[in-house]
């Protein structure tokens, strides 16, 4: 790359990038996906969002704009995981861009009390649909020579805190997910990569911490405050992006203010 390289970029090189490409995020209802699904819409993408709540999903849909898609279902059925790909795919006529997002955490239940079931529904809403989703696009992203993103967590690598094995154990899986399909989807010319959130403050941190555990852990962070949906924006984008990312696959941003603790 030289300077005259660098020149040759347009000053809308983001626009240019995902003007009428065909974007699904799912878990895009409210907080990250939804600031992530918004950030595409407004370059101009083809966008289709997500959620359970196909009356409230229809209103966020508005609100980012015309020709925003709303497609509701329920990730923890497998069945649904491959409804409303196929769905997107139909209505978008095809598929750029896949951003694997829809988790959360279940609730914070120590080992002795896990039973089956809860183990059951953590794997198949935080892992599993994320492999169903992927499958469900791989002939649209061969055809597109597109590019997944998964969510991950830095709760993936700490371990996150006690009453999470299974969430942060999910959100470890979408990283080496992302590594290793990352290899298998190459020759395809699909690159695969991982976003890692830190503590963003989005409605998970309604359910599942308190003001107190929030208030400690932005002391902690290097950069002195809890993450928001919209500073997870910019690392999806440019993992998007084949112009900025273009040689980039296997990889996982951390977007967490210097943060590498609970
Ligand atoms: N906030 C954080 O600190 C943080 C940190 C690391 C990673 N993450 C991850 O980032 C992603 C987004 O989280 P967020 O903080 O933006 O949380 P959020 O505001 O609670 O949003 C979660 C999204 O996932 C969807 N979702 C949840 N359960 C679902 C299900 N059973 N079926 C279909 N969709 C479902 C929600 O849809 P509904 O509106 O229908 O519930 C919503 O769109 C999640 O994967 C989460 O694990 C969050």
Redesign the pocket.
């Known amino acids: 790359m030289t300077a005259t390289d660098f020149a040759d970029w347009p000053a809308d090189l983001l626009a240019q990038e995902f003007r009428g490409k065909r974007v699904l995020v799912?878990?895009?209802?409210?907080?990250?996906?939804?600031?992530v699904a918004a950030a595409f819409a407004q370059l101009g993408a083809r966008v289709a969002?997500?959620?359970?709540?196909v009356t409230?999903?229809e209103a966020v849909a508005a609100g980012m704009g015309a020709g925003v898609v709303p497609l509701?279902?329920?990730?923890?059925?497998k069945a649904?995981v491959r409804r409303?790909v196929e769905s997107a795919v139909d209505r978008l006529g095809g598929l750029d861009v896949l951003i694997?997002?829809?988790?959360?955490?279940?609730g914070r239940v120590a080992l002795a009390d896990i039973d089956d079931e809860f183990l059951q529904q953590q794997f198949d809403?935080?892992a599993a649909?994320a492999v169903i989703a992927s499958r469900t696009a791989l002939p649209a992203l061969i055809a597109s020579k597109g590019a997944i993103v998964n969510?991950?967590?830095?709760?993936?690598r700490t371990g996150g805190s006690a009453g999470s094995s299974l969430?942060s154990a999910?959100?470890a899986f979408?990283a080496s997910l992302a590594r290793s399909l990352a290899t298998e989807l190459a020759p395809h010319g699909i690159r695969v990569n991982a976003v890692?959130?830190?503590?963003?403050?989005?409605?998970?941190?309604?359910?599942y911490?308190t003001p107190d555990k929030l208030t400690q852990t932005a002391a902690r962070i290097p950069l002195k405050r809890?993450?928001t949906?919209q500073d997870?924006v910019g690392a999806y984008l440019f993992l998007a992006s084949g112009r900025l990312a273009g040689y980039i696959t296997g990889q996982v941003i951390e977007v967490n203010g210097g943060q590498f603790y609970n």
Not at 100 to 106: D, I, P, S, V
Not at 196 to 207: K, Y
């Open positions: 799912t878990g895009s209802s409210r907080g990250i996906g939804a600031a969002i997500h959620g359970r709540d409230a999903l509701a279902g329920d990730f923890a059925d649904e409303v694997n997002n829809a988790g959360t955490m279940l809403l935080n649909s969510t991950g967590s830095i709760s993936g969430y999910a959100k979408q890692s959130p830190g503590t963003i403050d989005t409605d998970f941190h309604q359910r911490s809890l993450g949906a997870c």
